[in-house]
């Protein structure tokens, strides 16, 4: 929003940059390297990566195959994240070193289930390496001469919450309210299928930071509104091993219906808990047999399809993290539904 006095004619927004050489790039981004604020110093148990609050992010603005900074009101075009680095927890020391890998996997894999999630690249530049993820937020008009800002939420920002109780443990926004929140959407049918799709996916990679500040919707005209691509997906699976983690750490940040209470902990988490939610939501059983069998026909090939397409040098380890663990869960859904 730009604010004008009220004696200023309102012109056509005109666009303007600084193209940048990789030289002023790698000091563009040297620049927002920092230590990981005290904030992520958590007494809590609960293993969560909150990526908002741990990784250093800048924004930038593409123009063609240039990197820019915008001028003026100029938006920018793409979240430029850096690696998130080691995280002292009480408990445990996470390195998440190579967290533009692991994101860049996982966007991969969710585009190759047909997931709706934003397209991304790995950019370097001199020593520096980062994850260049484009913002659905923009839209160019039709002559290409206006970047636009297209308005949207966040659930916390939806249901009047603060950032402090995203997490759904603290108080937050789980399943069901943003399930119930959805009834209302333009696209209420697909955006509920996408929503509970999306959790399965969560549980396959090992995927601990879903809680409301990552689930959006845009703001539509007349009030109406929809969901937003799927964003800041990282698996914790590539962290297992470190000081003080083991997979009994990892936990869904929306927890699931089972015979007693919540079930949160990926690896207690089996089909049955994803139908029995579907169930308490009213969301259709068929459809969630459906969701559940098509992961567990889609799982092997995608892997390959996403490991074939990945660069030479891209660190195997995160590879194999990921895909074991995704596998191993995966085991679950191919015996429950028959499909080797």
């Given at each position: 929003m730009t604010l004008i006095p009220e004696d200023e004619t309102v012109t056509r927004p005109i666009m303007a940059w600084e193209k940048l050489t990789e030289a002023r790039l790698e000091e563009v981004l040297t620049a927002y390297k920092a230590d990981i604020p005290l904030g992520m110093i958590r007494e809590e148990n609960d293993f969560r990566i909150s990526v908002a609050g741990a990784q250093e992010k800048t924004a930038l603005l593409r123009i063609g195959n240039d990197w820019?900074?915008?001028?003026?009101?100029?938006?920018?075009?793409?979240?430029?994240?850096?690696?998130?680095?080691?995280?002292?927890?009480?408990?445990a020391?996470?390195?998440?070193?190579?967290?533009?890998?692991?994101?860049?996997?996982?966007?991969?894999?969710?585009?190759?289930?047909?997931?709706?999630?934003?397209?991304?690249?790995?950019?370097?530049?001199?020593?520096?390496?980062?994850?260049?993820?484009?913002?659905?937020?923009?839209?160019?008009?039709?002559?290409?001469?206006?970047?636009?800002?297209?308005?949207?939420?966040?659930?916390?920002?939806?249901?009047?919450?603060?950032?402090?109780v995203k997490y759904e443990s603290d108080g937050g926004p789980g399943i069901a309210r943003i399930m119930a929140f959805l009834m209302g959407s333009s696209e209420a049918l697909k955006d509920r299928y996408d929503f509970m799709k999306f959790q399965v996916f969560q549980w396959l990679i090992g995927a601990t930071d879903g809680h409301a500040k990552n689930f959006s919707v845009f703001i539509q005209a007349g009030g109406s509104y929809r969901l937003t691509p799927f964003y800041d997906i990282i698996s914790a699976f590539p962290v297992l091993g470190g000081a003080g983690i083991h997979i009994s750490d990892l936990k869904l940040a929306m927890g699931l219906n089972a015979s007693k209470g919540k079930k949160t902990a990926i690896d207690k988490i089996y089909p049955r808990h994803f139908l029995a939610t579907a169930k308490v939501l009213r969301f259709p059983e068929v459809q969630m047999h459906e969701i559940l069998s098509d992961f567990a026909r889609m799982i092997p090939a995608a892997l390959d399809n996403v490991k074939t397409s990945l660069p030479t040098d891209f660190p195997e380890n995160v590879v194999t993290a990921v895909e074991t663990n995704v596998l191993r869960l995966h085991g679950r859904l191919s015996r429950e539904y028959g499909i080797k």
């Open positions: 820019c900074i915008p001028k003026g009101i100029t938006p920018t075009t793409h979240i430029i994240k850096l690696p998130i680095g080691e995280i002292r927890q009480p408990n020391t996470l390195d998440l070193s190579q967290s533009v890998d692991n994101e860049y996997y996982c966007l991969l894999l969710a585009k190759e289930l047909g997931l709706n999630v934003p397209d991304a690249e790995i950019i370097k530049a001199g020593n520096v390496r980062a994850l260049a993820v484009e913002r659905f937020d923009r839209r160019w008009n039709a002559e290409r001469t206006v970047l636009l800002r297209l308005p949207q939420e966040d659930m916390c920002q939806t249901f009047g919450l603060p950032s402090s």
